[in-house]
């Protein structure tokens, strides 16, 4: 088991460190039902998630792809059922974009041109909305059946990260299954070099354990806006688990978009102060922030320098949310 002071940051927790087991107040849930796996403050990440096994499955790559350099980026998914990995022994039969959750990141520049084509394998209804084209909903985000596929394109006029999502009804159980990812429209001048991440929130909403079978969607738990699980990039608290190196001083971009389907993000680095934050696509950043909130359907871009040698938490500071796995670590070093 990892000991706190390899992740413990803040003196302000170290209170927490050493306090009893015990299962915080805001993981319980209705009888019948499980929540994201607790364990002492003792042995989590800024008093919140449980720091897991570092040889758990390698993360989700969050490093942000590169910028694009094409005027016409061609776009194809194939819609799958797919089996994740929430955390150490909670597996979930999910929805996916190209058999991830999230789906790929896309990333083009300011005025490209975007073909896209959805290929549907899976054995219901899907669709997809991508909230940075300004195209028709009603001729391009329809539902596409089994085994049939769509095609259609736009130009990505406004710079931003935004969301994309399957828009089938009901749309919050599609979303809440896995359906969800983030695009990147970059200015057509490039912005100055930077580490960059991407993170999509998310909630996971988890019918009772029954063995080790994979868990599927709870509807009366999402509906309770119950959630069991919170994540970055779809799995608990695993850049706690497999922390996220940056450089002293560095500049780190984050590219943040909340799928939700239900929950605000109160986006905050511990340690650290945003100097720039770009709200969806608005060109007038926020200047010296400390927390922003991102609301459900939303993105903003951070960019924040860590002044000193060590482990900077990245939360939601809705700590119920943090508790349940919105939690991770960049590991500052020079």
């Not at 320098?305 to 939690?327: C, I, M, N, S």
Request: net charge positive.
């Amino acid at each position: 088991m990892l000991k706190l002071s390899k992740r413990c940051v803040a003196l302000l927790i170290l209170a927490a460190c050493q306090s009893k087991t015990s299962t915080p107040a805001e993981t319980k849930t209705p009888s019948g039902t499980v929540a994201a796996p607790t364990k002492s403050p003792a042995n989590m990440s800024h008093g919140e998630a449980p720091v897991g096994n570092p040889n758990d499955p390698a993360p989700h790559d969050p490093v942000a792809p590169v910028r694009s350099t094409k005027h016409l980026v061609k776009i194809r998914f194939e819609v799958k059922d797919t089996t994740i990995v929430l955390a150490s022994g909670v597996t979930y039969k999910g929805w996916s974009f190209a058999g991830t959750v999230p789906g790929p990141v896309v990333r083009v520049t300011q005025g490209d041109s975007v073909e896209f084509t959805l290929i549907n394998k899976a054995p219901m209804p899907h669709s997809m909305d991508f909230h940075a084209a300004q195209i028709a909903p009603n001729k391009y985000y329809v539902n596409v059946m089994p085994n049939d596929s769509i095609h259609f394109g736009f130009t990505a006029h406004v710079v931003g990260v935004f969301m994309y999502h399957c828009g089938t009804a009901p749309v919050a159980a599609h979303i809440a299954n896995g359906m969800y990812g983030a695009l990147i429209v970059d200015p057509r001048s490039p912005r100055p070099p930077a580490k960059e991440l991407v993170f999509v929130q998310s909630e996971f909403y988890l019918t009772p354990a029954a063995g080790t079978a994979a868990r599927s969607l709870a509807w009366d738990r999402l509906l309770g806006l119950a959630p069991d699980f919170v994540t970055f990039n779809g799995r608990s608290a695993q850049y706690a688990e497999h922390p996220i190196r940056v450089k002293v001083n560095e500049l780190v971009r984050i590219y943040l978009v909340n799928a939700g389907p239900n929950r605000l993000s109160s986006f905050h680095v511990v340690g650290g102060i945003f100097e720039r934050v770009y709200l969806d696509g608005s060109n007038n950043p926020l200047i010296g922030v400390q927390t922003v909130a991102v609301p459900v359907g939303g993105g903003s871009i951070f960019e924040v320098r860590l002044k000193q040698e060590g482990d900077y938490p990245f939360v939601t500071h809705a700590f119920a949310d943090a508790t349940k796995g919105a939690v991770g670590i960049l590991k500052a070093e020079k």
